[in-house]
């Protein structure tokens, strides 16, 4: 039996489900680079380097294994731009008994692969993705009768359930989560790392002509492209950041400053998204490290919540919510996303230093995506969807499923609180906490109204203002709005006022 197996370009493991069972004497891997995946969105230049390059360097390996690969090019002649339409050709090519395909990570493209028995005329399996540590269905088991889906309760049982920084049943140094000890402000002196970044090879070059002829256009820098595009380098990546970063994740895990990109993060999401490394893998290694003594026990627990916890739950909310989620917008904002979020041109220094190194690279940590870019959309009111394809198009490691509830359910609340227990809104303080971005601001962050206030501060309270109706019943905004209660209404309408006057300026492009 002649069998074509599929896979997509997320899905760069050896060990995933559709090569099971292969025959090399019958059956061909089929992989494609399509348009349509690349313009589906208007992804980041270096973020298309790095799944091409990927693709085409793991072709090869699989090549040296003895296996037929059948890789369709982006730039070949006879490329018709699509999964389907490829497919259709592959099969006019192969004439296979049966096409199987390890379930995409994506709600669209699983519709897609649906299609293609119905348009082909022959067998699709659709294998589940065994990558992770809870199934789909386990997730499900999870979440079904709760009122409320919070990642801790998961957490703590993808903890059990895995004996991970286990003591028994109970977690080791009898605590489950060190996350009050993971917010410290970057000391002014403190050494950071030199991150490991990883030379362009001829391949990857190949592509990055590529893309700067037919993708020029596209958001971000491509001369700083410093992704692993190889199993090998994702792993040089992920013991880097064991070495001579995570030691001091914990503690600065929320820290940011001007000028510096990657801190004390990890680097790796790409490398897990694309199936270069593995979630089980990494967590051994991390839980290895703190084993050995080489990294406290806050910063161990803390990344290991990151990849245990909260990626696994963010994938279960995804399937279980989807194709509905992607439409939330509980609090019915619709203000069009500010152009600066593409130019970076903006007198806010947070949002302009957030926003100019993720042109460069293609990153920021998951605090400037929360707690900068993403608190001013939820502030400002800006359109869930628009934020959500800004996100999905300028980070290297955004694939949907990961994207969507980190954009929707936390940055900017548009689930109303299924993924979040409250909105992370905040005012100028906290950045100011978190950061030295304040210090070289336009806007004073100390003031709360008036021209060269910090825009946060007013818009803040804005926010509180104009969603009391959707958010004061919320046990954890009951400070807030005890505060609020205290205010006269004159006091009220300034801030509302102060805040309408600057966004109005942004939408007539007055404002930079």
Request: proline share 4%; hydrophobic share 40%.
């Amino acid at each position: 039996m002649n069998v074509l197996r599929v896979i997509l370009g997320d899905q760069l493991s050896l060990d995933l489900s559709a090569l099971d069972d292969l025959d090399p004497r019958r059956d061909a891997i089929l992989m494609m680079e399509v348009m349509e995946e690349n313009i589906h969105v208007g992804h980041h230049k270096q973020k298309i380097v790095m799944i091409l390059a990927s693709m085409r360097h793991f072709a090869k390996t699989l090549r040296k294994r003895g296996l037929t690969v059948d890789y369709i090019n982006l730039d070949d002649p006879e490329n018709t731009g699509s999964f389907t339409t490829e497919i259709q050709r592959a099969v006019d090519r192969h004439r296979p008994n049966r096409i199987v395909v390890t379930e995409p990570s994506e709600w669209r493209v699983l519709e897609m692969v649906k299609s293609w028995e119905t348009l082909t005329n022959i067998t699709i399996e659709i294998r589940a993705d065994h990558r992770f540590f809870a199934s789909h269905e386990r997730f499900s088991t999870w979440a079904d009768g709760r009122r409320s889906w919070r990642m801790e309760h998961f957490y703590r049982e993808m903890r059990r359930e895995h004996g991970i920084l286990m003591d028994g049943d109970q977690p080791v140094d009898g605590v489950w989560n060190f996350d009050s000890k993971n917010r410290k402000s970057l000391p002014v002196k403190v050494s950071l790392p030199n991150r490991q970044r990883f030379e362009p090879d001829a391949t990857t070059r190949e592509v990055m002509a590529l893309v700067a002829k037919r993708f020029g256009q596209h958001f971000g820098e491509l001369d700083t492209f410093g992704w692993p595009v190889t199993r090998a380098q994702a792993l040089v990546a992920l013991q880097d950041f064991i070495d001579n970063a995570l030691p001091w994740f914990g503690d600065y895990q929320d820290a940011m400053k001007t000028g510096e990109t990657f801190l004390f993060h990890s680097l790796i999401a790409p490398s897990l998204n694309l199936g270069l490394l593995s979630p089980h893998e990494v967590c051994s290694a991390v839980e290895h490290a703190w084993c050995k003594g080489r990294v406290p026990i806050n910063a161990a627990e803390g990344y290991i919540r990151q990849i245990l916890g909260w990626r696994e739950y963010i994938r279960g909310v995804y399937w279980m919510m989807m194709p509905k989620y992607a439409d939330a917008n509980a609090l019915d904002a619709n203000r069009p996303l500010p152009d600066f979020y593409w130019t970076g041109k903006t007198d806010l220094h947070c949002l302009s230093e957030a926003i100019k190194s993720t042109r460069q690279t293609a990153y920021s940590h998951h605090i400037q995506r929360l707690m900068i870019t993403g608190n001013f959309a939820l502030l400002a009111g800006i359109a869930p969807r628009e934020v959500e394809r800004w996100y999905l198009a300028v980070y290297a490691d955004a694939v949907e499923w990961v994207e969507m509830p980190n954009t929707l359910g936390m940055a900017v609340f548009a689930d109303g609180g299924k993924v979040a227990s409250k909105p992370y809104a905040s005012s100028g303080a906290y950045i100011n906490r978190m950061s030295n971005f304040c210090k070289s601001c336009s806007y004073d962050v100390k003031k709360k109204i008036g021209k060269t206030a910090c825009p946060f501060n007013y818009l803040y309270w804005a926010f509180l203002i104009q969603n009391q109706s959707n958010l004061d019943n919320n046990p954890r905004m009951g400070m807030p709005y005890r505060t609020l209660a205290k205010w006269s209404a004159e006091k009220k309408a300034s801030y509302v006022n102060e805040a309408g006057k600057f966004l109005e300026s942004l939408n007539s492009g007055r404002s930079s």
